[in-house]
């Protein structure tokens, strides 16, 4: 038994495969090349979910479409699962994330659509707290980098950094200069900036990677803008 463990050890750090394992989804070495830039995007997914959410998780469904659903999903929902629990502990990872949220009765739904959508693969993580439900979605692009394509159905295109801002505002006018300003302000240079709306005039959303933490002081200082609804200072 004892060699047979250490060879699994050897598969899963060599090749990325994992057989037998009590809490972990089994992967083959074929499989994990594969997966890994799903892996990718639904670790973003988790964590961006996971940062955004305020009161106690009640339920997590996520929906995979097109490519993915031809692998094997199960170590991307752990995966999603893990990222979205950690804000909350620090102890939890893709290995117990599962056993986590059932201890902690949180309802997790896998759904798969086959046919294709807007995207060749799509993955969707809706978040059901005792408050609100929201949800966030992703994609690879044909390098296999992950995507960040909607925000609570707000179609948006954002590739993911270190540290990023993250602000919900009405769609009014002189917004966006504004919240340029006040980062000029503190010091922070913006990498990128998506944007998205609802509506003309309704709730819009802004993606903005910038180069370095934003502190408290300079969330608070666009926090107290005009029209500002939301705003999360958000590492990856």
Known sequence: MAVQVAEQMADYLLDGAVTNALNMPSVSAE?????????ALAKQLGAFAGQL????????????????????????TAIVVEGLLQPLMDCVNMVNALAVAKERDID?????????????????????TDKQV???????????????????????DAELTPNMLYVSNEDLPGFIGALG????????????????????????????????????????????????????????
């Open 181 to 236: 300003t006040t980062l000029g302000e503190a010091g922070l240079n913006i990498a990128t900036f998506s944007l998205g709306r609802a509506s003309e005039g309704g709730e819009a959303i802004a993606l903005v990677a910038i180069d370095a933490p934003a502190d408290a002081a300079t969330v608070a200082a666009v926090e107290s803008l005009p029209h500002v609804k939301q705003v999360k200072a958000l590492t990856f």
């Open 108 to 128: 997790i739904v896998e759904t798969r659509h086959d046919s294709e959508g807007d995207y060749n693969t799509f993955i969707k993580v809706t978040v059901t």
């Open 31 to 39: 499989e994990s090349v594969r997966l890994s830039p799903y892996m």
């Open 134 to 156: 929201r949800c966030v979605a992703g994609t690879l692009f044909a390098d296999k980098r992950p995507r960040i394509v909607s925000v609570k159905d707000i179609a948006v």
């Open 53 to 76: 959410t305020e009161h106690a998780l009640q339920s997590i469904q996520i929906e995979y479409q097109g490519d993915v659903t031809e692998l094997n999903t199960r170590p991307l």
